[in-house]
């Protein structure tokens, strides 16, 4: 009877731990996160035809993130719509390196992040309280300690918190 009740426990704490990360990764309301023509994107063009599967992955968890870092630096009633207008990740693909390097990101601080975006700042009465262009670029981002993380994105979401701890002022 107890080896029964040990598999429906594990499925309890799952459906539980699931409905919990659902909830968590619901996006923020006060933050509208778009991209333009992300096929268009430097990333997208320096990627020279290789993975092409999966190759936009970044996009929504890149997106997710902005929108959940963002939300957090608004006052109450304010509202940030971004649109997204290029990215290009840290590293590059170097072709001359060899076949047996073809998926392999090489990150030099040469090939600093960088991400173009435009965004609105809404009030709390709905009238725009600012607009503006940014173009982020780190060229210092390998000398930041991010310690052991494993995120592929490490890069550019240290980019956008770099952004939004500097701007959240001017923003």
């Known amino acids: 009877m107890k080896s029964s009740l040990l598999p429906r426990l594990l499925y309890v704490v799952c459906l539980a731990f699931v409905s919990v990360m659902a909830r968590a990764a619901t996006a923020p309301d006060n933050v ?30 890149l997106k997710a993130y902005i929108a959940q870092r963002a939300s957090r630096i608004l006052a109450p009633g304010q509202r940030l719509d971004i649109e997204v207008t290029d990215v290009d990740r840290a590293g590059e693909y170097e072709p001359w390196r060899g076949p047996r390097f073809d998926d392999v990101r090489i990150v030099k601080d040469i090939y600093p992040p960088r991400i173009e975006l435009n965004f609105t700042l809404y009030g709390p009465d709905g009238n725009v309280q600012r607009k503006g262009h940014r173009k982020l670029r780190d060229a210092g981002f390998l000398s930041h300690n991010l ?5 592929s994105l490490r890069y550019e979401k240290s980019l956008i ?11």
């Open 161 to 171: 918190d770099l952004w939004l701890r500097k701007g959240a002022d001017k923003l």
């Open 147 to 151: 310690g052991a993380d494993q995120d």
């Open 32 to 61: 509208d996160v778009h991209y333009k023509d992300p096929q268009h994107f430097t990333e997208a063009r320096r990627s020279f035809g290789r993975h092409m599967i999966g190759a936009d992955a970044y996009l929504e968890p």
